[in-house]
């Protein structure tokens, strides 16, 4: 096949825009500079469509597609920014804050927490809805990291993270819905973890403050998961 | 097994029959046996011999009328009599050939005229593990014939001639789905069968898994010819054992005769099926997340497209349908599909099984046509409400579904039709309300279902369910405001639009539906403080539910 032929052109926010047919509507949109909410979504792991922030209408659709899993197709006319679209980011993302304990003031991820990022930018001023304030674990039993399941989103980053890159597949969820937690091992504590390399990738692409290196609490935890699209070429050019 | 031999052994099978002058069908479905089928049949056994008649004494499945169990049905005069106890089997047994046991005779017939059985046309009159049984009424002809005499084409002509839709709860154009499933391109293709059955109330599949597992083992065999695949699986909630080891003997058995396994027929088509145990989880039953249960992962759903058609057990092209929508596979084939889509509606074609609960006289299975309207089923089948009471609304589609008023009685059932009045066909789930039931109370009921069953991986779903809980049971306390309605008015709405899967994206159906017909009720727990049903206490409420009243914004951002 042509290098053409894998070519598709579509418009984005009535922006003519093209990308591989392989690439995702968010790939394509983030390429050309135009911004749609991402959470779950993080370069260099797999696809969940998980935070549903990143919805996106196209036309023709019965539905609002997630972005970060939608691939492009030719012709498609895609719509990221409208009212009722961004009222639904808000009103998902006042569902997040009030889900746990997420009381930025004292957070160590404060100042660096994608979640806080987001509600200052799509403008969630205020939440509507009743904290639930359920009393979450954490865990400190690791010698260099903590679990702080009142942070966590669920967005399951840290999931992926030690299982396709590291390979330890340390972490997993247990539980549904609102009990759902993510968890080391068959729930041992994370220090007694056999399987945990201490490579602590999952600290660096935990969007809160849900999982932090020790020596950075009460400070600023910086987080750097820039380096996973990093690894992952490295792994694709090792297995060719 | 190749088209002769099966004819021999159909001839066989029948030929027994006249040894006998009566044949007694005892219910052995889960609901007779909870209340001592088994006892009943060893009873009619032993009354049979005793009196030297030619009569069979036979164990069957599911005959529908749960309510009036154990259900015994005497052929060839067709009498049913419920509620039958052992000490009933001497007067069974001696009124053979005469007048039926008046005083057993509950007028059962209500129930059973208007109904059309193609999908429980063996239950309730064969064994269901024996599998001459089945053969003697028809069954395997159409596999035989499909793979002896038709193409895979010829096979999906016809089901698209039909006009059937997935009975598990979406509707989806079954031929479609096969043709789709057969164009894709793959060396290995499987078929899911999907039982996991998991709305509250329902019960269809169980019971013509328990009844005619056959049927369903035919169905399956005869989309994996017409689709291209060799191996299948049939997903049971392990909640349902009976259903468990009739599938187990029904498959053992199509094995011994060659309908399973490799050269069906004396061809080139092998098939075969296992079972997979779900653990109960409602989640599960959705096809994505089915799909990864089976592949032994968490059973969790995931954004489609790519549908499982293109990508779905271990990434090949994989087809999915419900129980009963391969209950109806062979009779098409059968009888050719012009005849499945003369009966129903213009969209809607064929019958469709119900499970009637509720408030109403006669509870159980019905299988009617669809375009029949829920006036004759809920008044004419079921027989009304009990107690003198008066009708108030009709819940179909189970979590996803919705509420229908009086003024949709007389609507004819189909999925449009259902759906354009606020519910949904659902898989079959009918439950009948009438007014001692409180409409709030109801839509919180399933919406408490959706919470707890919600797996949790999309936040819409997941914490908007609890959301929408607590502000439904602030109304059913009466602590409620209207800034409280319009709140949930708008979390149905973002639920709806955003959750990932099937189930959030219904779960608001029941709230909807009630806001749209019994608004007045959420009024009356609102500005008057009153359950006009009388079943809230409101002012008992917990006191920390009222002083919680709109704690909302803090703003920690
Ligand atoms: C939450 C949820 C639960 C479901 N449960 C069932 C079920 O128990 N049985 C079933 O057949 N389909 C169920 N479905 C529908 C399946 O995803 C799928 O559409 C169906 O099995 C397709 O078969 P059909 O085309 O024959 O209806 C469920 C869907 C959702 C979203
Ligand atoms: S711990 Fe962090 S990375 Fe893991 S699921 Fe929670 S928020 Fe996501
Ligand atoms: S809608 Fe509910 S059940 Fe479906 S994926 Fe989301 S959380 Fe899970
Ligand atoms: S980024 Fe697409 S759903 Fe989370």
């Known amino acids: 096949m042509s290098a053409e032929a894998n070519i598709r052109t579509l418009t984005i926010d009535e922006v003519d825009v093209s990308a591989r047919a392989d690439q995702t509507i968010l790939e394509a949109a983030r390429e050309h500079n135009i911004e749609i909410p991402t959470l779950c979504h993080l370069e260099g792991l797999s696809e969940v469509g998980a935070c549903r922030l990143c919805l996106v209408q196209v036309k023709g659709a019965r539905r609002l597609l997630p972005a970060c899993v939608t691939r492009v197709e030719e012709g498609m006319e895609v719509t990221t920014h409208s009212p009722r679209i961004d009222r639904y980011r808000t009103m998902v993302l006042e569902l997040f804050f009030a889900e746990r304990n997420h009381v930025c003031s004292v957070c160590v991820a404060n100042g660096n927490c994608e979640l806080q990022t987001l509600a200052l930018r799509l403008g969630m001023t205020h939440v509507e809805m009743p904290y639930q304030y359920p009393q979450l674990p954490v865990d400190a039993s690791h010698p260099r990291f903590t679990v702080d399941h009142n942070r966590c989103v669920l967005c399951t980053r840290c999931v992926r993270v030690c299982g396709e890159i590291e390979g330890a597949n340390t972490w997993g969820v247990m539980g549904r819905g609102a009990q759902s937690l993510v968890i080391t091992d068959l729930k041992e504590p994370w220090g007694e973890s056999e399987t945990c390399t201490s490579c602590g990738k999952c600290v660096q692409v935990c969007p809160t403050g849900a999982l932090f290196e020790k020596s950075r609490a009460g400070m600023r935890a910086q987080k750097h998961p820039e380096f996973l699209p990093y690894l992952r070429i490295m792994r694709e050019g090792e297995q060719q | ?557």
């Open chain 2, 1 to 557: 097994m190749n088209a002769e031999e099966l004819q021999q052994l159909a001839a066989e099978a029948r030929d027994e029959r006249p040894q006998f002058d009566y044949e007694v069908n005892v219910c052995m479905g889960t609901g007779c046996l909870s209340q001592h089928s088994d006892r009943v049949k060893n009873a009619l056994e032993k009354e049979a011999e005793i009196s030297g008649r030619k009569c069979h004494v036979r164990r069957t499945g599911c005959m529908g009328l749960c309510a009036a169990g154990p259900m015994v049905l005497v052929e060839p005069a067709e009498t049913r009599y419920g509620h039958v106890h052992e000490g009933d089997a001497q007067e069974i047994v001696a009124s053979l050939g005469g007048d039926p046991v008046a005083r057993l005779d509950p007028q059962l017939r209500g129930y059973f005229e208007g109904q059309k059985h193609v999908v429980l046309e063996n239950s309730g009159h064969i064994d269901p593990e024996k599998i001459e049984e089945y053969i003697a009424r028809d069954g395997y002809e159409a596999l035989v014939k499909a793979v002896t005499e038709m193409s895979p084409g010829q096979v999906i002509e016809q089901i698209m001639k039909s006009g059937l839709r997935g009975r598990g709860g979406g509707g989806y154009p079954t031929g479609l789905k096969w043709d789709t499933v057969a164009k894709v391109k793959g060396a290995q293709k499987y078929v899911i069968c999907n039982g996991d059955e998991g709305d509250p109330g329902a019960f269809m599949d169980r019971s013509v898994l328990e009844s005619d597992p056959q049927r369903v083992i035919e169905g399956m065999a005869i989309a994996a010819y017409a689709i291209g695949a060799a191996k299948g699986y049939i997903y049971v909630r392990a909640e349902y054992p009976l259903a468990v080891q009739r599938l187990t003997v029904a498959l053992q058995q199509a094995r011994r005769r060659g309908l399973l396994g490799s050269g069906i027929c004396e061809t080139t088509f092998n098939f075969d099926i296992d079972i997979r145990l779900g653990a109960g989880a409602f989640v599960c039953g959705e096809e994505t997340a089915l799909i990864a249960s089976i592949e032994g992962k968490r059973g969790t759903p995931r954004p489609r497209p790519p549908y499982p058609a293109v990508s779905g057990l271990w990434g090949a092209p994989t087809l999915i349908n419900n129980v009963e929508t391969f209950a109806n596979v062979a009779p098409i084939l059968r009888h050719g599909g012009e005849w499945f889509s003369s009966m129903g509606t213009a969209r809607s074609k064929g019958t469709k099984v119900f499970a009637l609960t509720g408030k109403i006289q006669r509870t159980g299975l019905v299988e009617v046509p669809m375009g029949m309207t829920l006036r004759q089923i809920i008044f004419g089948i079921g027989g009304g409400v009990p107690d003198g009471r008066k009708f108030k609304a009709v819940q179909t589609g189970g979590p996803s579904g919705g509420c229908l008023p009086e003024e949709h009685l007389d609507l004819s059932i189909s999925y449009d039709a259902l759906i354009s009045a606020g519910s949904m066909m659902g898989s079959g789930g009918m439950i009948v309300m009438d007014d001692t039931s409180c409409m709030v109370s109801v839509a919180r009921f399933f919406m408490e279902f959706c919470m707890t069953e919600s797996c949790g991986k999309c936040v819409p779903c997941r914490a908007g369910t609890v959301q929408m809980y607590e502000l439904l049971t602030r109304i059913t306390k009466g602590v409620a405001t209207h800034r409280d309605l319009d709140r949930l008015t708008d979390l149905c709405e973002v639920v709806g639009a955003t959750s990932l899967c099937g189930l959030g994206q219904t779960a608001p159906n029941p709230v909807l539906s009630t806001l749209r017909y019994f608004r007045h009720e959420y009024l009356a727990h609102i500005d008057e403080k009153r359950c006009p049903a009388g079943v809230c206490e409101i002012g008992t409420g917990h006191p920390a539910d009222s002083a919680e009243v709109t704690v909302a914004g803090e703003v920690h951002v």
